[in-house]
């Protein structure tokens, strides 16, 4: 069983940078694509970001696209996204998932392991 745990969510302005952290532990094969989703209230949970295994590619919803970044220490077992010139719409719930068999499938689904979430707020 996998165990991912978010952080580094916060409230922030507009404009302003974050970076979250998704720490993975409990893997005993080899690692996997990882990627990261969002919620606001009353939305669906939507695709943000994927990496995959090596952390050479990356994909990223065309609602970040130049704005976050995605990465991962292998070493160290942990994905990142930073967040750069926030707004007040990517205020939302982000969590950390693993396991899409296909680095674009971008579908809630399509991963097997979830972590708790961190809450993410931009002020206007």
């Known amino acids: 069983q996998v165990l991912l745990v978010e952080s580094g969510g916060g409230l922030v302005q507009a404009g302003d940078s974050l970076r979250l952290s998704c720490a993975a532990s409990g893997r005993t094969g080899s690692t996997s694509n990882m990627g990261w989703f969002r919620q606001a209230p009353g939305k669906e949970r939507e695709f943000v970001a994927a990496?995959?295994?090596?952390?050479?590619?990356?994909y990223y919803a065309d609602s970040v696209k130049g704005r976050f970044t995605i990465s991962r220490d292998n070493a160290k077992n942990t994905v990142y996204l930073q967040m750069n010139s926030l707004k007040p719409e990517d205020t939302a719930v982000y969590y950390c998932?693993?396991?899409?068999?296909?680095?674009?499938?971008?579908?809630?689904?399509?991963?097997?392991?979830w972590g708790q979430g961190t809450q993410v707020t931009v002020s206007s």
């Open positions: 998932a693993e396991g899409s068999p296909i680095l674009t499938m971008s579908a809630p689904n399509a991963y097997v392991y």
């Open positions: 990496i995959s295994r090596s952390g050479v590619t990356t």
